[in-house]
């Protein structure tokens, strides 16, 4: 069984820019869940993405948005990035939206 | 508004000494509650979730919906134990998880 990966690892932006960060599900599950985690603080719910449709949404702007694909697997897309958007992000696969979630290793995002 | 609250951001205890950390919610409905842990350098794993009521490593929680508490606890803390501990609850009408802040445990010898 895979767990869930997620790419890149890290990567340095500068303000203004757009960020592309990438999720692949656990084996058998069809839903993805993305969190921001601030240094210091606990994880905070963006979206969560339900065969394809996006389920739910946390007080995030429009410029977080996401995709799921076929395979399930998941795009975070981050549009003219800020400095306080540098955190940890965290992709969260499970069979179905309230089932147990099984976290990625997170892709560190600096903004500079 | 829904809120997880974990009033320590750090425990330290010694080996062999007896664990609880502390986790309150406010939730209008009827929550399901869950211990996640992070080991140093490894990913964000499940620790416990109430509604199983399984005791995993030693660790058990109970939810007291009187108090809104679903402390973490363990008879005797081992070293391998020194970890960052959040506590979450989950919507029932949505699939998100709203964490706690954290608290890091320190075990020392």
């Known amino acids: 069984e895979t767990g869930v990966t997620q790419s890149p690892t890290h990567l340095i932006k500068t303000r203004g820019q757009q960020v592309t960060l990438r999720c692949s599900s656990q084996?058998?599950?069809?839903?993805v869940s993305w969190y921001q985690q601030a240094l210091g603080q606990g994880p905070q719910f963006i979206f969560q993405y339900y065969r394809e449709e996006e389920n739910g949404r946390g007080n995030f702007p429009p410029r977080f948005s996401g995709l799921q694909f076929p395979n399930y697997s998941s795009e975070l897309n981050v549009n003219a990035l800020e400095l306080d958007d540098s955190a940890l992000y965290l992709c969260?696969?499970?069979?179905?939206?309230?089932?147990?979630?099984?976290f990625g290793p997170g892709t560190r995002l600096l903004v500079l | 508004a829904q809120r997880v609250t974990q009033p320590e951001k750090l425990l330290s205890v010694f080996k062999g000494a007896p664990v609880e950390l502390k986790c309150n919610y406010s939730y209008s409905g009827s929550p399901e509650l869950f211990w996640y842990v992070q080991y140093s350098r490894q990913r964000l794993q499940l620790l416990l979730r109430h509604i199983s009521r399984e005791s995993i490593k030693g660790f058990t929680a109970d939810l007291n919906k009187g108090e809104t508490s679903f402390h973490l606890k363990k008879p005797f803390a081992q070293e391998e134990d020194s970890a960052m501990y959040y506590c979450a609850l989950s919507q029932r009408s949505q699939g998100n998880l709203i964490f706690g802040k954290g608290t890091k445990l320190s075990v020392k010898p």
């Open positions: 969260a696969s499970s069979f179905l939206s309230l089932e147990t979630q099984y």
């Open positions: 084996s058998g599950h069809n839903t």
